[in-house]
């Protein structure tokens, strides 16, 4: 046979059969953490500085590492902000795919105080690693991850008198679809750190890129197994299709460690902590022979009679489970065990997310704010976010104290694990409200504000012990309610408007109650009544109507729906009372509605038939929203129209239906599309409205077909102003005055002229309203748009049209949608936020790129600074829709004269 089998290893490197495909390394990502320049290295890889990837307004430094040991300069960046989130967003191109994160950590006494730090490292929601630069410097960490967003988050963490973090690099690879998913598919969705990769039988260093084209590091393997004779030795072999996920470089499969009859081959790899281990194993049949021998761990059969043939090759994957060490054996039964590659890695848990009720209430509550808490990501993993506090998954206290909240947004009500609500000195007034499905709550703060009554919620609050009301302006008599919280134990009144007797019911031995600063208030009868005083005030506390099956969700399912329906009736009771003035009182009958509208000129009742034909059998369909889908049809005579079917769970009563009808076909303004007819039969609710050929602005802007390269700036004022005359006319001109609350891009349409229309005022809006079941849904309405007065109020003006209309400007300017999660950092992810600061100090450098050297400065700053007008958080200082008009029609001319002095027709 011809080959030495008195040789312990198996060595094998010609030259010319290095069967590695050069690749572009494609989806590389490498950072040069604290880097200024980039530069291309020996490998060809590329290296950029990090600067775009971390956290703007992150207080990192950049220094460089001793360089007397080594010739090249290494870079590192430090972290010393303790309270910062240090962390680095790095992009992946293919969500859902696995990816490699390598980190290198160096300190190499590069601040000159000879204290190498200590600090713990996070990827996702999972603390992974603690890294001790003490120990070992260089330090390197390598994951595994299939990341389900399309970026990795990666973050540093201080730890008590650890020093400052610091990095020295930061690689991202695409590895292969489906590599090592059976390790990392676990339970819980998990992910790999790298223990050891070893390339066995090859002792001259490590390979990497090119040679593996995922640029995996695999090290030589002289320091696990006891001698390392090594000869060349030259097979051609397949790479079995099994081997393919994981796609072990050839380079490493061409050479091996193999054993002598009867002895046992053995890697011993010892290993930081217990926990569970994810083993593969590359076998590949590099000797004449077929191979067969038992595998063992830790003493333990993984697999007996293994066989590996000739110039095949396999895998094999398999997990250890609760081991602080490792001994990968191989047994002999029959000739020569052999083994390529060996690579080994610890299971990472990831802890479970936090619900995401939770986290959308946390976004609206920091949305409402208006300021930036740093709240993003998970709020308990890895580190709870500040003001926060966490038990596992759960957040169970907030504290907010010192910013301007103003009043309890119906957001907090949707924390339903909260323990402990602290809101002192946030400037709350008016009443105690949107607590009542806070069934845990224990402490509850809510001194020096500006609280005038107690509301009704604070009765179903069972588990409360602590409620701190002092300092604020609570009037009239302490609701008798109170004594029946079973467990508060402190009830501190101090400093208050309030008069009259206590109730008896507070009168109990573990309460300690504090009521002093008050107009009046003692257990007994008598003493408030002395003649001068002023008649006691009715009290201000109403008994909630009892609440049976009270579940966590249900009170603020409840408390929803019957606001929401509130809402409804009201509007609906308002229109109708409109409709009725001005109608006789015998027409709230369909059927009369019906042949009213008949004989009025601009809306028509269509056939159920009619509209089947006009649409072709409901071929086209152009649109789709909460409502139900939108189809585009033709009359006979040639008019485009658009369809609506409102589906099942949205339609009207008939007779709201019918009614509203009416008095929405009669509000007719050039700027608002209007309505053509309806549809009544075949339990159809059907709206017919005029068709406008160039879409939505949202299609112009953001759309497949996006003609934002077309909308220069006068386009984009142009549209403003048709949207805002729109707007006044809904706010003014109409009977009766309708308050939109659906502005956004998606409803401002085009016609073939790009002149705009305002939709979708009206009718729908109500509906889904009423459709509602949930107080989430009322909170929220369009995300990016909704007024954020609206959120704590519920009370809907026009000025909350008017902030949603800002958005709109904002985005005409800045080119991008309210929202953006998935490019940029957490500063720039809300527009209005983001915006708002540059634009009010006249900075243009947020204006979309594509109007760079357009437009004029003036125009610019006067579109800029009622577009931040319009968002400001205070309603009252929001200009009303004539405002707006009239300034956007200023800036306006402006442009137009810009572009007339530059001799640019517009
Ligand atoms: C690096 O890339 C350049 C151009 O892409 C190529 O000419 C060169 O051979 C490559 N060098 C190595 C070491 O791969
Ligand atoms: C090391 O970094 C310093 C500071 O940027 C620079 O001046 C020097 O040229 C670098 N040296 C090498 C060998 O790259
Ligand atoms: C990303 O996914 C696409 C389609 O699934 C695939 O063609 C491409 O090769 C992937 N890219 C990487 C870097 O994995
Ligand atoms: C880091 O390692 C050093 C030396 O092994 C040790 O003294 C120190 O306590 C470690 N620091 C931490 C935070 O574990
Ligand atoms: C080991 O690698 C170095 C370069 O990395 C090379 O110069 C040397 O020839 C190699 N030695 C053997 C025995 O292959
Ligand atoms: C190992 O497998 C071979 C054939 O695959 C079989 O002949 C032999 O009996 C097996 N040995 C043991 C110990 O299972
Ligand atoms: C690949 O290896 C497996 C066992 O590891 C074997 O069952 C299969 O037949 C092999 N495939 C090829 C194409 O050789
Ligand atoms: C692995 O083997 C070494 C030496 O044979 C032994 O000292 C060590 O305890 C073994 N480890 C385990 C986990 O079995």
């Given amino acids: 046979m011809g080959l030495r089998f008195e040789l312990w290893v198996v060595f094998f490197f010609v030259t010319g059969i290095v069967g590695v495909i050069l690749c572009d390394p494609q989806g590389f990502l490498s950072l040069s953490c604290g880097g200024t320049a980039t530069y ?67 300190y190499q006494n590069y601040d000159k105080r000879k204290r ?29 991850w299939t990341v389900s967003k399309d970026y990795v988050p990666f973050c540093l963490f201080h730890i008590p008198n650890g020093g400052d973090p610091v990095i020295s690099s930061l690689e991202l690879r695409p590895l292969p679809r489906g590599a090592y998913n059976s390790g990392l598919a676990g339970p819980r969705k998990n992910f790999l750190r790298k223990c050891y990769r070893i390339n066995c039988g090859y002792t001259n260093g490590s390979l990497r890129y090119p040679l593996d084209r995922y640029d995996r590091v695999w090290d030589a393997d002289e320091d696990f197994s006891p001698s390392h004779l090594s000869v060349p030795l030259y097979t051609k072999f397949s790479l079995n299709a099994s081997l393919a996920t994981e796609v072990p470089p050839m380079a490493v499969l061409q050479t091996a460690r193999l054993l002598e009859r009867k002895n046992l081959l053995t890697y011993d790899l010892p290993l930081d902590e217990l926990g569970n281990y994810y083993i593969v194993l590359y076998f590949a049949g590099i000797v004449p022979v077929s191979s067969r021998f038992n595998i063992l761990a830790n003493k333990g059969i993984v697999r007996s009679n293994y066989t590996v043939t000739s110039r095949n090759s396999s895998v094999l994957h398999f997990t250890v489970e609760q081991v602080r060490g490792l001994n990968i054996t191989l047994q002999n039964i029959s000739f020569y065990p052999l083994i390529n590659a060996i690579e080994v890695f610890q299971m990472v848990d990831l802890p479970p997310e936090t619900s995401s009720t939770t986290v959308s209430a946390l976004e609206v509550i920091q949305q409402y704010t208006g300021l930036d808490l740093g709240w993003e990501e998970d709020p308990c993993f890895p580190k709870p976010w500040n003001h926060i506090t966490c038990d596992g998954n759960l957040v169970t206290s907030i504290e907010l104290s010192g910013i301007n909240l103003r009043s309890i947004s119906p957001a907090f009500g949707d924390l339903l694990d909260l323990r402990i609500l602290d809101l002192h000195n946030t400037s709350l007034a008016g009443k105690l409200q949107n607590l009542n499905g806070l069934l845990h709550i224990e402490q509850l703060n809510l001194s020096f504000n500006d609280l005038t009554s107690f509301g009704t919620d604070l009765d179903s609050l069972v588990n409360l012990q602590v409620l701190d009301l002092k300092n604020n302006s609570l009037r009239g008599t302490v609701p008798d309610e109170l004594g ?76 929803g729906a019957v606001f929401g329906s509130i809402c409804v009736v009201m509007l609906i009771g308002l229109l109708v009372f409109f409709y009725m003035r001005k ?58 129209i658009a369809v609506k079917v409102r589906s099942d769970n949205t339609q009207l ?79 003014n001109g109409s009977e009766p005055r309708i308050i939109h609350r659906d502005i956004k891009c998606t409803n401002i ?64 300017i800045c080119g991008r949608e309210p929202y953006n999660r998935r490019s940029g950092t957490p500063d720039t992810f809300n527009l209005v936020l983001w915006a708002k600061p540059f634009l009010q100090a006249g900075m243009f450098e947020v204006v979309d790129d594509n109007l760079v050297g357009d437009f004029d400065m003036e125009s610019m700053r006067k579109a800029a600074t009622i577009a931040s007008r319009c968002v400001e958080r205070d309603a009252s200082i929001r200009p009303n829709a004539a405002e707006v008009l009239q300034e956007l029609k200023e800036s306006y001319s402006l442009q137009l004269a810009f572009l007339a002095s530059n001799g640019q027709a517009s």
């Fill in 749 to 812: 349409l085009l016609d073939a002229q790009m002149n705009a229309k305002v939709s979708d005022f009206g009718l729908s809006k109500q509906v889904t309203e009423a459709d509602a079941t949930h107080v989430t849904t009322i909170v929220k309405g369009t995300t990016g748009y909704l007024d954020p007065e609206y959120y704590s109020t519920l009370q809907l003006t026009e000025k909350s049209d008017i902030y949603s209309f800002g958005v709109v400007l904002l985005e005409l």
């Fill in 116 to 144: 190498p730090p200590a600090f713990t490292l996070s990827l996702g929601r999972a603390i992974t690693a603690t890294i001790n630069l003490s120990k070992a410097d260089p330090w390197t960490e390598e994951f595994i």
């Fill in 40 to 106: 291309v290295n020996t490998l060809n890889i590329t290296w950029i500085p990090d600067d775009d990837y971390i956290n703007v307004g992150q207080t990192a430094t950049t220094n460089y590492a001793d360089t007397t040991s080594s010739s090249m300069n290494t870079s590192v960046r430090s972290f010393p902000d303790a309270r910062a989130r240090n962390c680095y967003k790095l992009p992946v191109h293919n969500a859902s795919s696995s990816v490699l994160v390598r980190a290198k950590f160096v």
């Fill in 653 to 731: 009563g008939a007779d709201s239906f019918v009614n509203e009808v009416h008095l929405l076909s009669q509000i007719r303004h050039q700027n608002l599309v209007s309505l053509e007819g309806l549809c009544h039969e075949s339990k159809q609710q059907i709206l017919v409205y005029e068709y406008l050929p160039g879409g939505s602005l949202a299609d112009s802007l953001y759309g497949s077909n996006s003609r934002k390269f077309t909308l220069n700036w006068i386009r984009r004022l142009k549209i403003a102003i048709d949207a805002a005359k729109g707007l006044h006319y809904l706010h």
């Fill in 484 to 559: 029946a919280l079973k467990n508060l134990h402190l009830l501190n009144l101090e400093n208050n408007k309030l008069r009259g007797p206590l109730p008896q019911s507070l009168k109990k031995e573990d309460l300690f109650l504090r009521t002093s600063g008050n107009l009046c208030l003692s257990f007994s009868k008598n003493v408030c009544n002395s003649p001068g005083d002023a008649p006691i005030e009715a009290p201000q506390f109403t008994v909630v109507p009892e609440r049976k099956h009270r579940g966590h969700m249900h009170i603020a399912i409840i408390f």
């Fill in 583 to 640: 109608k006789t009182p015998t027409l709230s009958n369909t059927e009369k509605a019906e042949a009213e509208i008949r004989n009025w000129n601009a809306a028509r009742v269509f056939s159920y038939k009619e509209i089947k034909k006009a649409t072709n059998n409901f071929k086209d369909i152009i649109g789709k929203g909460s409502f139900g889908s939108v189809y585009l049809g033709k009359l006979p005579d040639g008019k485009m």
